[in-house]
């Protein structure tokens, strides 16, 4: 087992960024579960990544990336590792024309409101969206039946070793809510994206009627992350959204321990206190096999599981 103290002391004096021990990850989660990661570094700058990368190699140590905690399941054990957060260190915007330079760590209402007070009209539908814009890059995520693959150009990533690379549109491999970047470990450093010129009032009035539709179908209090699965086409066009599903299994507001079925909207599980990861994927298990059973089909989760060994998956590979 490598010394903590020592890479710790070691990632501190390379001045890689923020440098810490024993984080509570359900500080960094929506969902507000996780123990402690061994040690978490949020970079200052991409060689602040690089460096922590270089040092994980070193010393054969499990790196975990995440951003904004917004569709991960941290398990209660935590992670024996390094934890990597991408938010500040990677936050540029720059706007030239219709094309915007994002930086991975940009948080996701924001680049939407920079993008409409710009005059740019195509990002309307990811102001509620609680992530960083490399997760939500990695995740293809979006809303109002769009993605945010249909502005994406190009994408700049680093690998383990610290070198870098820049991805097409094209091999990005982008379909519904799914990229290339979920069966590699490449990490997002940004991207370049192409919007298309509009009225910064009217983009501001479409925002604002989301995030008015947003909270009107979505748990507001409760911590949540997001829809648990992901809507499957087949499925749809014989049983509806998961959501209904899950609903027409009368699972809406069934509960193991402090994770419950939201009742304002069945793919939504809320931690109504003290919830466990054990009592959240206990809790998907049970729908997983309710749904299965009445459907002959298996839901599949759009959120990802971290386990304590940092092999992030989604989350039904692990039940
Ligand atoms: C209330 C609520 C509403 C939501 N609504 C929506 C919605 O409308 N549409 C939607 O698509 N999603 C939605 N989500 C889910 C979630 O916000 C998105 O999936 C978001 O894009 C995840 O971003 P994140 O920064 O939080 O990523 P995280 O949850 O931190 O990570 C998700 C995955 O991305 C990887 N990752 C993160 N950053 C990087 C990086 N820079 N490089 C490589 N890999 C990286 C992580 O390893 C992990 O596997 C919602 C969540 C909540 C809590």
Redesign the pocket.
Known sequence: MPNLAHITRQLKEKSVGTVLTEELLSTHS?WKIGGPADIFVLPAQPQGLSDTLQMAREYALPV?????????LFDDEGVRGIVIK?DVGLSHIEIDDNRIRVG?GVW?PCLARAAGKAGLTGLEHII?????F???L??N???QRKSISECVQKVRVIDRRGRQQEFSKQECHFTY?KSV?QQTD???LGADIECQPGDSGLIRQEMLAILRSRSEK?PRKLP????VFVSDPAMYDSFGPPGKIIEDCNFKGAAVGDAEVSRHHANFIVNTGRATSAQVMELIGRIRWKVYERTNCWLRCEV?YVPPGGE?KQLHTFL
């Open positions: 929506t975990v990336i995440i951003g904004g905690g917004s569709n991960l991408i991975a996701v509620g969206i609680p992530g960083t490399g997760g939500l990695f995740m995520g979006g809303s809510r970047f490449f990490i997002i979505f949540n992350c997001g829809s990802r992030v």
